[in-house]
């Protein structure tokens, strides 16, 4: 069973910083490129920022050099480092599996999202 464990939501002014936390079964970690997706209220679902197994890294133009995502292996963990987070970064984040490639296709395994609220 693919289990997904988000964690580090919160509430942060503008410019401040929060750390999220996806926990991934060790069965699908180790072996599939890792996502971090948001949704913002009223807004589609869009991808934020991705990792290959190995650690390469790609960030949406709105997340690029604000945000970092990385990875521990040894901890079936991924994160997301987000500084500098603006109102418009308001939005629940959901971490994904997927397939990495010249695009990242995400598999139909989602959890349960942490809400991240930015006030102004």
């Known amino acids: 069973q693919v289990q997904l464990v988000e964690s580090g939501g919160g509430l942060v002014q503008t410019g401040g910083s929060l750390r999220l936390s996806c926990a991934a079964s060790?069965?699908?970690?180790?072996?599939?490129?890792m996502g971090w997706y948001r949704r913002a209220p009223g807004k589609q679902r869009e991808l934020v920022a991705t990792i290959s197994r190995d650690g390469t890294a790609n960030y949406a133009d709105s997340a690029k050099g604000r945000f970092t995502i990385s990875r521990d292996n040894a901890k079936n963990t991924v994160y997301l480092q987000m500084n500098s987070l603006k109102p418009e970064d308001t939005a629940v984040y959901y971490c994904?599996?997927?397939?990495?490639?010249?695009?990242?296709?995400?598999?139909?395994?989602w959890g349960q999202g942490t809400p991240v609220t930015v006030s102004s």
């Open positions: 994904n599996v997927g397939l990495w490639g010249v695009t990242y296709h995400p598999y139909d395994y």
């Open positions: 060790t069965s699908i970690f180790s072996r599939n490129a």
